[in-house]
């Protein structure tokens, strides 16, 4: 049983080798077909290459399913809200309005009150 899972954990390392050397060389193919002559920006190496998408899924994310999963506010998405509003009480919605005038409205996030000029 043992052998069974070296097997499988050498074959996933070895398919996520593939899958990435894959990806890199799309990556060079695309680099080098569309942006060197359309930007003019010089020629890239495979491991360049690598390095670009690497870099990229550092800074952009490796996935993770969407939005659904980024959620910290409290709600899933819009048919939790949808729900949440529903079941709001007429005080409630006129309130929930107000704070989201409040932060969303004129001025910009998280200002409470609108600033007056100096002078008045």
Avoid: Y
């Avoid at 010089?42 to 959620?71: E, M, N, P, T």
């Avoid at 709600?75 to 309005?97: L, Q």
């Amino acid at each position: 049983m043992k052998k069974f899972w070296i097997k499988k954990a050498i074959g996933f390392v070895l398919l996520g080798i593939g899958l990435f050397s894959l990806l890199s060389f799309i990556v060079m193919s695309l680099w080098n077909g569309i942006l060197a002559a359309v930007l003019h920006v010089g020629l890239v190496s495979f491991w360049q290459a690598a390095g670009i998408l690497l870099l990229s899924k550092i800074l952009f994310g490796f996935g993770g399913g969407g939005w659904k999963h980024r959620d910290h506010r409290g709600f899933g998405g819009k048919r939790e809200m949808m729900e949440k509003w529903n079941n709001m009480t007429p005080e409630e919605k006129v309130k929930f309005k107000q704070e989201f005038k409040n932060r969303c409205g004129r001025g910009g996030w998280n200002q409470q009150e609108t600033p007056t000029p100096k002078g008045e």
